[in-house]
């Protein structure tokens, strides 16, 4: 397994913040496939502030900053679900 999917998979449940604005995106999901180097991540988002099909780059405070191209996928009740595909 690929240290990039360890690490989110050891912060599921975690809020990245959105760097340059006050929104914030909780990962839900990290779905790991046959390919150590091939996974996705899912986020949830505020239903009000839905963001654009995008790189941003999430921040968590003791972190690196991580830019993600992120994709709207739909609402999930009040929350905006997003996805990551890594794919090297």
Known sequence: ??????????RLGAEFSIAGTALTLTLSDVAPSAHPQVFSLTFQGPAEAEISQQTVVLERPGDAAQALFIVPAGRDGSRVQYHATFNN
Do not use: C, I
Not at 1 to 10: E, I, N, R
């Open 1 to 10: 397994m690929s240290t990039v999917v360890s690490y989110f998979q050891a």
